[in-house]
């Protein structure tokens, strides 16, 4: 273990005139430089370095790009990968990486895993306990493959009581040992066997709906919003969403893609893009697309925001945010819509949350005319652009 590493994860340059937080990880051996610390799983999986590393380790889940940093810091033999699936994590990539040049990482941003069979000595995985149970069933059982006989995974969880993970582990991996534990969280490690063979599981569902009266067959995996079933937040959207031939509409955070591929069967002369900031749903949604016959005029793309999409340029805006962060993503979409939307054009938005998203709605369109409609339990926004 390489001893004195420093890992930042604001500008070294800013540190004289602010102020920050340090602390000290695996045996004292690395300071991290940061705002606010680090949080949740990686939290558990820096507090819990007190091992060898050797050969290539895989670094995903819901963990942070300075734990891949740090391990390259501790073990520079070691190559690192980090691996996400979210468009806004490759900025966040990008900006600890800069501050920390000195332990160059391999980044991954692909729809599976990255990696051949029994690739990697070392996993890293994080769980939210909050977490889908479904989805990270799917990862733990996808990584497993990937793991060298005898390599090790180490699995952190924001809850000390936590039996989900350890019990999903030990039918993986036979067994299971506590590595590390705090009263915040736990640290598991299990070890894959050359004796135990684990049969390939599909985690995909496939279900029918009706969306503008038109049929449409969607496949989802854990991960996509609204897996295995038309939810009703989604159907309320497309009862309320008013949509002309030759509209060019956006289908913004679109998942699985079932509201853009219902839209794009009634836009017989425009066309429907379906954006996501997930690469791992756009491919899903793409594979959607093709499913439905839909080549046409429907469209996948991964951005984390509209950027690539003219102003003035979209007739129609319908989304279904998540409302984690702090409604940070809602304002996101909001802001974007108003900006491509073309005067006279519509947003549609669905949310459980209408006070907080009409005070955003009335921030990015102060003169526009903002409607509720309540159906299903969910209150759906048009708003019309001015």
Same mark, same amino acid.
């Given at each position: #273990?390489?001893?004195?590493?420093?890992?930042?994860?604001? +500008?070294?340059?800013?540190? %004289?005139?602010?102020?920050?937080?340090?602390?000290?990880?695996?045996?004292?051996?690395?300071?991290?430089?940061?705002?606010?610390?680090?949080?949740?799983?990686?939290?558990?999986?820096? $507090?819990?370095?007190?091992? =060898?590393?050797?050969?290539?380790?895989?670094?995903?889940?819901?963990?942070?790009?300075?734990?891949?940093?740090?391990?390259? #810091?501790?073990?520079?033999?070691? +190559?690192?990968?980090?691996?996400?699936?979210?468009?806004?994590?490759?900025?966040?990539? =990008?900006?600890?990486?800069?501050?920390?040049?000195?332990?160059? &990482?391999?980044?991954?941003?692909?729809?599976?895993?990255?990696? +051949?069979?029994?690739?990697?000595?070392?996993?890293?995985?994080? #769980?939210?306990?909050?977490?889908?149970?479904?989805?990270?069933?799917?990862?733990?059982?996808?990584?497993?493959?990937?793991?060298?006989?005898?390599?090790?995974?180490?699995?952190?969880?924001?809850?000390?009581? =936590?039996?989900?993970?350890?019990?999903?582990?030990?039918?993986?991996?036979?067994?299971?040992?506590?590595?590390?534990?705090?009263?915040?969280?736990?640290?598991?490690?299990?070890?894959?066997?050359?004796?135990?063979?684990? $049969?390939?599981?599909?985690?995909?569902?496939?279900?029918?709906?009706?969306?503008? $009266?038109?049929?449409?067959?969607?496949?989802?995996?854990?991960?996509?919003?609204?897996?295995?079933?038309?939810?009703?937040?989604?159907?309320?959207?497309? +009862? !309320?969403?008013?949509?002309?031939?030759?509209?060019?509409?956006?289908?913004?955070? !679109?998942?699985?893609? /079932?509201?853009?591929?219902?839209?794009?069967?009634?836009?017989?002369?425009? !066309?429907?893009?379906? /954006?996501?900031?997930?690469?791992?749903?756009?491919?899903?949604?793409?594979?959607?697309? &093709?499913?439905?016959?839909?080549?046409?005029?429907?469209?996948?793309? /991964?951005?984390?925001?509209?950027? !690539?999409?003219?102003?003035?340029? &979209?007739?129609?805006?319908?989304?279904?945010? %998540?409302?984690?962060?702090?409604?940070?993503?809602?304002?996101?979409?909001?802001?974007?819509?108003?900006?491509?939307? $073309?005067?006279?054009?519509?947003?549609?938005? /669905?949310?459980?949350?209408?006070?907080?998203?009409?005070?955003?709605?009335?921030?990015?369109?102060?003169?526009?005319?903002?409607?509720?409609?309540?159906?299903?339990?969910?209150?759906?926004?048009?708003?019309?652009?001015?």
């Amino acid at each position: #273990m390489k001893s004195n590493s420093t890992l930042y994860l604001i +500008e070294p340059e800013s540190l %004289p005139e602010r102020k920050v937080h340090r602390e000290k990880f695996a045996e004292r051996q690395l300071e991290l430089i940061s705002r606010r610390g680090a949080k949740g799983p990686s939290r558990l999986l820096l $507090k819990s370095l007190n091992f =060898d590393l050797t050969g290539k380790a895989l670094v995903f889940g819901d963990l942070k790009a300075y734990l891949a940093h740090a391990l390259k #810091m501790l073990f520079p033999e070691v +190559e690192v990968t980090y691996h996400t699936f979210e468009a806004y994590e490759l900025s966040q990539i =990008d900006r600890v990486s800069k501050f920390n040049s000195d332990s160059p &990482i391999q980044r991954s941003f692909s729809s599976a895993l990255p990696g +051949e069979t029994s690739e990697y000595q070392t996993i890293f995985l994080g #769980m939210p306990s909050a977490g889908d149970k479904r989805y990270f069933a799917s990862l733990l059982h996808e990584s497993y493959d990937l793991l060298k006989s005898k390599g090790k995974i180490y699995a952190a969880v924001d809850k000390r009581g =936590d039996r989900w993970l350890r019990d999903n582990l030990e039918k993986l991996y036979g067994s299971v040992s506590v590595h590390h534990q705090t009263r915040t969280g736990i640290v598991f490690v299990a070890r894959k066997s050359s004796k135990k063979t684990v $049969k390939t599981k599909s985690f995909k569902r496939q279900f029918g709906c009706e969306l503008w $009266k038109q049929p449409v067959v969607i496949e989802s995996r854990p991960g996509n919003f609204s897996h295995g079933e038309l939810d009703e937040g989604t159907l309320a959207l497309s +009862e !309320c969403s008013d949509l002309n031939p030759t509209d060019k509409i956006i289908d913004l955070g !679109c998942g699985n893609g /079932v509201i853009g591929i219902g839209a794009s069967k009634v836009l017989r002369e425009g !066309c429907a893009l379906l /954006v996501d900031s997930n690469i791992r749903s756009v491919r899903q949604a793409r594979e959607n697309v &093709i499913r439905n016959e839909a080549e046409e005029n429907c469209f996948c793309l /991964v951005g984390k925001d509209l950027a !690539c999409i003219p102003d003035r340029s &979209i007739d129609r805006v319908l989304t279904n945010p %998540p409302y984690f962060g702090n409604f940070s993503i809602s304002e996101l979409f909001i802001r974007e819509a108003e900006r491509v939307l $073309k005067p006279g054009g519509f947003l549609y938005l /669905v949310t459980k949350a209408p006070e907080e998203t009409y005070s955003i709605l009335e921030e990015f369109f102060p003169e526009s005319d903002i409607q509720p409609k309540n159906r299903r339990n969910y209150t759906v926004f048009e708003v019309q652009k001015n």
